[in-house]
């Protein structure tokens, strides 16, 4: 993707953002309740947890953009894929920006909303039976909305270079989650069935 492709998206990329994080923090909002089930807060903290530690255990930084490459995602969408949508943007979202925050701060609230809106894409469409299908579909929009969220943030706060680094290093991260962390999270819900289901 070049300078002039992405200068033809400018307008697109603050809306983008904003939309993201309206669909986020509404649908959180909506089932605030649910977060009142002992289960669910204490899987919900348990996958945060466990998104924190994958995120951090390999971090590449990239210098035009202030971020870094990392496989969080794996995570996020494994947790996504087994316990649903409110887990899944829960530990997405709260997990991911607790390591911003150790090292990239600036980056924190940013994360909370795209890798939040990841899982929660995620565990949408991998609510119910195990379906391969839509769970291939679920960890592909939500791989997207990832790639295309921290592109979007990237060029308005670093210009095309930032963009373009963002792109390569962001479609990495979600190939990896959509083949390890979907594929993963696929057999493991079908072999324990709905023992493993919240939402």
């Given at each position: 993707m070049d300078e002039a492709t992405l200068q033809a998206y400018v307008p697109y990329f603050k809306a983008i953002v904003v939309i993201i994080a309206i669909v986020y923090f509404g649908y959180i909002f909506l089932n605030k309740e649910k977060f009142k089930v002992a289960r669910t807060v204490a899987i919900s903290a348990v996958a945060a947890a466990l998104v924190t530690a994958m995120t951090m255990v390999i971090r590449i930084p990239i210098p035009a953009s202030q971020g870094y490459l990392n496989f969080g995602d794996i995570m996020i969408m494994l947790v996504a894929v087994l316990f649903g949508p409110l887990v899944g943007g829960f530990a997405g979202g709260v997990g991911s920006a607790i390591a911003d925050l150790i090292g990239y701060p600036s980056w924190a609230l940013f994360t909370l909303i795209i890798k939040g809106s990841e899982g929660l894409v995620v565990?949408?469409?991998?609510?119910?039976?195990p379906n391969y299908s839509k769970?291939?579909?679920?960890t592909v929009l939500g791989g997207f909305i990832m790639v295309l969220g921290y592109v979007s943030v990237s060029y308005v706060l670093y210009g095309p270079a930032g963009a373009i680094s963002e792109l390569y290093n962001d479609t990495v991260q979600a190939v990896s989650g959509i083949v390890i962390g979907g594929g993963l999270g696929y057999i493991l819900k079908k072999r324990l069935g709905s023992s493993v289901s919240l939402l």
């Amino acid at each position: 993707m070049d300078e002039a492709t992405l200068q033809a998206y400018v307008p697109y990329f603050k809306a983008i953002v904003v939309i993201i994080a309206i669909v986020y923090f509404g649908y959180i909002f909506l089932n605030k309740e649910k977060f009142k089930v002992a289960r669910t807060v204490a899987i919900s903290a348990v996958a945060a947890a466990l998104v924190t530690a994958m995120t951090m255990v390999i971090r590449i930084p990239i210098p035009a953009s202030q971020g870094y490459l990392n496989f969080g995602d794996i995570m996020i969408m494994l947790v996504a894929v087994l316990f649903g949508p409110l887990v899944g943007g829960f530990a997405g979202g709260v997990g991911s920006a607790i390591a911003d925050l150790i090292g990239y701060p600036s980056w924190a609230l940013f994360t909370l909303i795209i890798k939040g809106s990841e899982g929660l894409v995620v565990g949408y469409f991998s609510k119910g039976e195990p379906n391969y299908s839509k769970i291939l579909i679920g960890t592909v929009l939500g791989g997207f909305i990832m790639v295309l969220g921290y592109v979007s943030v990237s060029y308005v706060l670093y210009g095309p270079a930032g963009a373009i680094s963002e792109l390569y290093n962001d479609t990495v991260q979600a190939v990896s989650g959509i083949v390890i962390g979907g594929g993963l999270g696929y057999i493991l819900k079908k072999r324990l069935g709905s023992s493993v289901s919240l939402l």
